[in-house]
């Protein structure tokens, strides 16, 4: 018998995937768990009541422009109240709720309210809570309010398989059909180590390997991009298949945390490779034996099969409409209603990270001083500054001020409002976003001016680093702003 075929056609028994559900639905316990405790110690700061862009005023905003639409149009029980006493209910009370879904408490309406906990949060973070990655877990969660009933749902498994093709194949497909040289000439690894927003220091190692060596490894990321995913919808006698597509997905996500700080991303998206797996494969490591006891409501069953596929349909549109967007003369072709009905959920997503690779790092240096002579630079906690300080890691927790310093430079235009705000803070000596900073040059007294600095930062060489120990490069671009005082910076009344 052929060796190949009896590897691949071995396992005959029907797959159970109780023991599978079980650790899916404790894994994005802590996922959870991770994303509202790294959000709970920075709120305050980003969108609280004294916070850079705080979550009052803009739904006020919100609401003077679109009137009774707002609340359809930002979906958020702040809509109750944005103060910091709101802001904490949401994260701590999240955070409450996610030890309860580890713990196997009443797992489905857990889920439920996990997730117009943290679509609140997403609607009154603004900015800082517009990542993917909250999106994914705001779909994720969902989709696990109907895979947690009773029975697992052979449509919900589905639809959470159908949703980690989307995360993979959009993140592969859209860097070939967007154009972007880098990725189609396997140069974009040549790029990514240094110009990502936080790496980490082992990212320093692998960008001084041979260019071979970057080349290669972007074939592979391309490759378990583009192939693997595929393998996710095998058929059963040959799941073994999908045992192997589970293992080169979670080895491509510990690569990328290995070099670069997605906060929760490669957590989140590792534990959407469980479902992949049946009791079969995870009784070899979790020797737990479950059985279904409760027989599944009637009203149960048809709710999901009325449902499942309308949320597939949603993402067959929101797949197919992030592909069209890459490609020339489409944008706007696909725009369906359906999906502008549901965009305020954040719940069916377009997925596609590093699409177009970034070939520079420009960042924004903040700069303090007393007499507008001598200046001296704020620290950020993890974001590059001093060439000096090694690159950390600080995954799974997402430091979002940071990550906005790094899409800030690359548009600086963008960001105005809240960079603005953010020189307001500093001169105000606001504790709450003062804590959301490194290094305060000023500890006793704000200084009287800000300004905004450009740099262009690379990674040093082996031979820079060894003789000077820095491990970034660096050149002055110019300022981005003049010297402001506090008096400039006052917002309008």
């Known amino acids: 018998m052929d060796i190949t075929a009896a590897w691949a056609t071995r396992p005959v028994d029907p797959p159970v995937y109780l023991l599978s559900r079980w650790l899916f639905l404790r894994l ?26 705080p979550a009052g005023a803009f739904l006020q905003r919100a609401h003077a422009q679109y009137g009774g639409a707002a609340y359809r149009l930002f979906p958020t029980v702040c809509w109750l109240g944005a103060g910091d006493g709101m802001l904490r209910l949401l994260v701590w009370g999240g955070a409450a709720l996610a030890l309860l879904l580890i713990a196997g408490v009443a797992q489905a309406p857990v889920l439920l309210l996990l997730w117009i906990a943290y679509l609140s949060l997403s609607v009154a973070g603004q900015a800082f809570l517009w990542f993917q ?23 919900m498994r589905w639809l959470l398989w159908w949703l980690l093709f989307r995360l993979m194949f959009l993140s592969g497909v859209t860097k070939l059909v967007s154009g972007d040289a880098a990725w189609r000439h396997l140069t974009a690894l040549d790029y990514h180590f240094w110009t990502q927003p936080l790496p980490t220091w082992p990212a320093w190692y692998v960008h001084a390997a041979p260019l071979w060596v970057h080349r290669a490894m972007t074939f592979v990321i391309l490759a378990i991009e583009l192939v693997v995913p595929w393998l996710i919808f095998v058929p059963e006698r040959w799941r073994r298949a999908r045992y192997a597509a589970c293992a080169l997905l979670v ?11 997605y906060g929760f991303f490669n957590l989140l998206a590792i534990v959407l490779c469980v479902p992949l797996l049946d009791d079969g494969v995870l009784v070899r490591v979790l020797p737990l034996r479950l059985v279904a006891t409760d027989p599944e409501p009637r009203w149960q069953r048809h709710a999901i099969r009325g449902v499942a596929p309308v949320l597939a349909l949603l993402s067959l549109l929101a797949f ?22 549901v965009e305020p959920l954040r719940s069916v997503n377009g997925y596609g990270l590093f699409r177009v ?30 060439v000096r300080r090694r690159p950390a890691f600080v ?9 906005q310093m790094w899409f800030a430079a690359l548009n600086p235009e963008g960001a105005r409002d809240w960079l603005l705000s953010l020189l307001r803070h500093i001169l105000a000596g ?17 200084p009287h001016y800000v300004r905004l600095v450009y740099y262009r930062y690379r990674f040093s060489t082996p031979r820079e680093r060894a003789a000077s120990g820095a491990w970034w490069q660096r050149e002055r671009v110019g300022d981005l702003t003049k010297a402001l005082s506090l008096a400039e910076l006052a917002p309008p009344r």
Do not use: C
């Open 28 to 53: 994005l316990g802590a996922v959870y768990l991770v994303a509202f405790v790294s959000l709970a110690v920075q709120v305050s700061g980003l969108v609280g009541e004294h916070g850079i862009l």
């Open 133 to 155: 990655w909250d999106g994914l877990l705001l779909e994720t969660g969902l989709l696990a309010v109907l895979y947690a009933p009773s029975r697992p749902s052979t449509w």
């Open 430 to 446: 606001t504790p709450q976003v003062l804590a959301l900073l490194g290094d305060d040059p000023f500890p006793d007294a704000p």
């Open 320 to 341: 197919a409409r992030e592909i069209a967007q890459t490609l020339p003369n489409t944008r706007g072709a696909l725009d369906n209603p359906l999906l502008r009905a």
């Open 251 to 261: 080895l491509g996500q510990l690569a990328i945390a290995l070099t670069g700080n």
């Open 357 to 386: 690779m970034t070939t520079e790092r420009p960042e924004i240096v903040i700069e303090g001083s007393r007499d507008g002579v001598q200046w001296s630079e704020y620290g950020f906690r993890w974001k590059p500054g001093d």
């Open 395 to 403: 995954a799974p927790h997402m430091p979002r001020l940071d990550w």
